[in-house]
């Protein structure tokens, strides 16, 4: 980052205070940055500021835009300020997110990017090697799992049998299950808890009852300390992403979304949802104290193996939040029922079902720049936001025949014959 000032053709140009032009920079458009490289030409002569103080201010005041270029006016002149960017993820992922053409990302929701969770305060993760024992990870095993005749024991949590193809997608039938999952309204793909830790963090003595949470399958991937090689087949989600994606503004009021840039086949990891890491408790709290806009919502619960464990203590009870700190999943939109990703909670550290990776998979085939679009499991007709689930109902634009945004039910009813005549087939 630097801050350049080039020699003025007007005799009377005076330069600005460095205070004054830095108060100027936040105010205007930045709350706080993660720059390429940026500019403010003030078209005086001579005056060089340190620029690493600017990005110092920027970051203290915690939000980010990603990309500006905006020309604005002072009483010292104009002054421009430049910050490029092509790649929305700052290099921390295997390939650049772009942005849409002819976008400014100054016009992006602000955010820090980051490609790995990271705690954001009590939420208890704890990774050691002590805690995974030889069980649980293969220490028998050399180059490739996929290629042993026998499964490893890291294939255990699916029944024995790898999820993934030797192509590196996840396996049709074990897809289909988790489709169907997701799609199916079933009670019986449900947990009900007694003393629901949702509920519990809203009030210590709510007597509301568990709404359910839905019980997803797993997949278990080989680690390091596992004896396979890091390109082993059964390590996908933890190569990040490879898909080359890009960030756009829908055009019908849904926000931003993301989509692809390539054709993409059925069960290929698109990416993973990535943001902080807090506790249910933590959640409920910045969601009453935050004064951010409300509407638009970035956090989900890590809940899709709520059944292995009793009573759960607030520090175990998880959730990913990436209004300030996430990847570019955050950008993803919501589909009802026959949405282009699905998400599989992949384990890799740890073979504990509290914490583990939302990693979103293609349902089917999906073509180059189609929206990417992620079955959030809201329930719409929860009119009094207490389900427990994050991401509260908005008036639903997804376009699906299967919508459930309507008060008849009729793309409830849709989606059960649709299901059923697959079934047939
Ligand atoms: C995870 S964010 C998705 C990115 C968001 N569109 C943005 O501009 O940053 C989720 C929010 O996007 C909006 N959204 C997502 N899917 C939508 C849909 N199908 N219809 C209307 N709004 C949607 C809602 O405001 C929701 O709270």
Same mark, same amino acid.
């Given at each position: 980052?630097?801050?350049?000032?080039?020699?003025?053709?007007?005799?009377?140009?005076?330069?600005?205070?460095?205070?004054?032009?830095?108060?100027?920079?936040?105010?205007?458009?930045?709350?706080?940055?993660?720059?390429?490289?940026?500019?403010?030409?003030?078209?005086?002569?001579?005056?060089?500021?340190?620029?690493?103080?600017?990005?110092?201010?920027?970051?203290?005041?915690?939000?980010?835009?990603?990309?500006?270029?905006?020309?604005?006016?002072?009483?010292?002149?104009?002054?421009?300020?430049?910050?490029?960017?092509?790649?929305?993820?700052?290099?921390?992922?295997?390939?650049?997110?772009?942005?849409?053409?002819?976008?400014?990302?100054?016009?992006?929701?602000?955010?820090?990017?980051?490609?790995?969770?990271?705690?954001?305060?009590?939420?208890?993760?704890?990774?050691?090697?002590?805690?995974?024992?030889?069980?649980?990870?293969?220490?028998?095993?050399?180059?490739?799992?996929?290629?042993?005749?026998?499964?490893?024991?890291?294939?255990?949590?699916?029944?024995?049998?790898?999820?993934?193809?030797?192509?590196?997608?996840?396996?049709?039938?074990?897809?289909?299950?988790?489709?169907?999952?997701?799609?199916?309204?079933?009670?019986?793909?449900?947990?009900?808890?007694?003393?629901?830790?949702?509920?519990?963090?809203?009030?210590?003595?709510?007597?509301?009852?568990?709404?359910?949470?839905?019980?997803?399958?797993?997949?278990?991937?080989?680690?390091?300390?596992?004896?396979?090689?890091?390109?082993?087949?059964?390590?996908?989600?933890?190569?990040?992403?490879?898909?080359?994606?890009?960030?756009?503004?829908?055009?019908?009021?849904?926000?931003?979304?993301?989509?692809?840039?390539?054709?993409?086949?059925?069960?290929?990891?698109?990416?993973?949802?990535?943001?902080?890491?807090?506790?249910?408790?933590? #959640?409920? &709290?910045?969601? *009453?104290?935050?004064?951010?806009?409300?509407?638009?919502? /970035?956090?989900?619960? =890590?809940?899709?193996? %709520?059944?292995?464990?009793?009573?759960?203590?607030?520090?175990?009870?998880?959730?990913?939040?990436?209004?300030?700190?996430?990847?570019?999943?955050?950008?993803?939109?919501?589909?009802?029922?026959?949405?282009? #990703?699905? &998400?599989?909670? *992949?384990?890799?550290?740890?073979?504990?079902?509290?914490? /583990?990776?939302?990693? =979103?998979?293609?349902? %089917?085939?999906?073509?180059?720049?189609?929206?990417?679009?992620?079955?959030?499991?809201?329930?719409?007709?929860?009119?009094?936001?207490?389900?427990?689930?994050?991401?509260?109902?908005?008036?639903?634009?997804?376009?699906?025949?299967?919508?459930?945004?309507?008060?008849?039910?009729?793309?409830?009813?849709?989606?059960?014959?649709?299901?059923?005549? %697959?079934?047939?087939?």
């Amino acid at each position: 980052m630097s801050m350049i000032c080039h020699s003025s053709p007007q005799s009377d140009f005076c330069p600005p205070h460095f205070d004054e032009a830095l108060e100027m920079v936040e105010e205007t458009h930045i709350k706080s940055c993660r720059v390429e490289e940026w500019f403010v030409e003030t078209g005086t002569d001579s005056t060089f500021y340190a620029a690493q103080d600017v990005l110092a201010s920027c970051r203290s005041s915690k939000l980010c835009k990603v990309e500006a270029a905006h020309n604005y006016h002072s009483s010292h002149g104009v002054i421009k300020s430049f910050v490029y960017i092509d790649d929305i993820s700052r290099g921390e992922e295997r390939v650049k997110v772009s942005l849409e053409n002819g976008r400014n990302a100054g016009d992006l929701p602000i955010f820090f990017h980051i490609p790995n969770n990271l705690v954001y305060k009590n939420a208890y993760v704890k990774f050691s090697l002590a805690r995974i024992s030889h069980e649980d990870c293969c220490s028998h095993c050399v180059g490739d799992c996929l290629t042993s005749p026998v499964p490893c024991v890291c294939a255990a949590e699916t029944g024995s049998q790898f999820a993934y193809t030797p192509g590196g997608f996840v396996k049709e039938k074990f897809l289909e299950e988790c489709i169907s999952l997701k799609r199916e309204l079933k009670q019986d793909h449900y947990l009900y808890c007694r003393n629901c830790p949702l509920q519990r963090s809203k009030d210590e003595k709510s007597s509301v009852p568990c709404k359910g949470h839905l019980l997803l399958k797993f997949i278990k991937e080989c680690w390091c300390k596992c004896w396979c090689n890091k390109k082993c087949g059964n390590r996908i989600v933890q190569q990040s992403i490879t898909v080359k994606l890009q960030v756009f503004l829908t055009p019908d009021g849904k926000g931003w979304n993301r989509r692809t840039l390539e054709d993409l086949p059925p069960g290929a990891f698109v990416c993973e949802y990535v943001g902080e890491i807090l506790t249910n408790t933590e #959640l409920h &709290e910045q969601n *009453v104290g935050s004064p951010g806009n409300k509407n638009t919502r /970035y956090q989900v619960l =890590l809940d899709a193996g %709520r059944g292995s464990k009793g009573v759960l203590k607030d520090e175990e009870v998880l959730c990913l939040d990436a209004t300030v700190y996430g990847n570019v999943a955050r950008f993803i939109n919501h589909r009802c029922s026959d949405a282009t #990703l699905v &998400e599989i909670p *992949v384990e890799v550290e740890t073979p504990d079902h509290h914490y /583990y990776h939302i990693a =979103l998979f293609t349902t %089917r085939k999906v073509d180059a720049m189609e929206e990417l679009t992620w079955d959030y499991g809201i329930d719409f007709h929860d009119r009094d936001h207490d389900s427990g689930h994050p991401m509260k109902p908005f008036h639903c634009l997804c376009g699906s025949p299967f919508c459930r945004n309507h008060s008849d039910m009729k793309g409830d009813v849709r989606l059960l014959t649709y299901v059923r005549r %697959r079934r047939r087939v």
